[in-house]
């Protein structure tokens, strides 16, 4: 019932940056966390960054210091700003939302994200 989207991939050239959206939107209890994820083709989807109800955020070591994750007002949107982008951080970039009632967990469909020269 809760509906996930995000924007903002596309390609750009190492060392560029880009801003992904995430906005939630439906029949919401509260939000616990929202956080992005991303994965490459055959791997495992891993934590990029994630912020928690109390404003708290992680980040994965890969990408410290160069992207920042943000959440607006209302608290049903979470940004990612990514900043000094590598070839490595190529990849389907997930966002996940975190609720207080089953089944906790609701993704978005991905953005493509492709650094390359």
């Known amino acids: 019932q809760v509906h996930v989207a995000e924007s903002g991939g596309g390609l750009v050239q190492p060392g560029g940056s880009l801003r992904l959206s995430c906005a939630a939107s439906?029949?919401?209890?509260?939000?616990?966390?929202m956080g992005w994820y991303r994965q490459t083709p055959g791997g495992k989807r891993d934590l990029v960054a994630n912020?928690?109800?109390?404003?708290?955020?992680n980040y994965a070591d890969s990408v410290k210091g160069r992207f920042t994750i943000s959440r607006d007002n209302a608290q049903n949107t979470v940004y990612l700003q990514m900043n000094s982008l590598k070839p490595e951080d190529t990849a389907v970039y997930y966002c996940?939302?975190?609720?207080?009632?089953?089944?906790?967990?609701?993704w978005g469909q991905g953005t493509q994200v492709t650094v390359s020269s």
């Open positions: 912020i928690v109800s109390d404003g708290s955020t």
């Open positions: 439906g029949s919401m209890d509260s939000i616990v966390g």
């Open positions: 996940l939302v975190v609720i207080t009632t089953p089944p906790f967990d609701y």
